[in-house]
């Protein structure tokens, strides 16, 4: 089975938006410009870290779907996929 990437709005939001004069923003959309041209076909991203990639969230998303059997996603900032 071939693998599959959802992208998450966030992420069109940082590719899609003029460059920022924030140095964090800006390199965030540096990072989301690279990984959107050579890694966008490798796993499911978000820049959303408060409600989606975070450490309280990815826990209870590992939960419930280790109690429905089924294998939980890989969530990560583009910035994490790019450092492995």
């Known amino acids: 089975m071939k693998a599959k990437v959802y ?3 966030s992420v069109i939001s940082y590719l ?3 460059p920022s004069r924030d140095l964090v923003v800006a390199a ?3 990072i989301t410009r690279q990984w959107w041209d050579n890694e966008r076909s490798n796993d499911l991203l978000t820049w959303n870290c408060r409600h ?4 309280h969230v990815r826990p ?3 939960a419930l779907c280790r109690a429905r059997g089924i294998a939980s996603p890989q969530l990560c900032t583009p910035e994490e996929l790019m450092e492995t």
């Open 16 to 18: 899609s938006a003029r």
């Open 60 to 62: 209870r998303i590992d």
């Open 7 to 9: 992208v998450e709005t």
């Open 52 to 55: 989606i990639a975070s450490a």
């Open 28 to 30: 965030h959309q540096e």
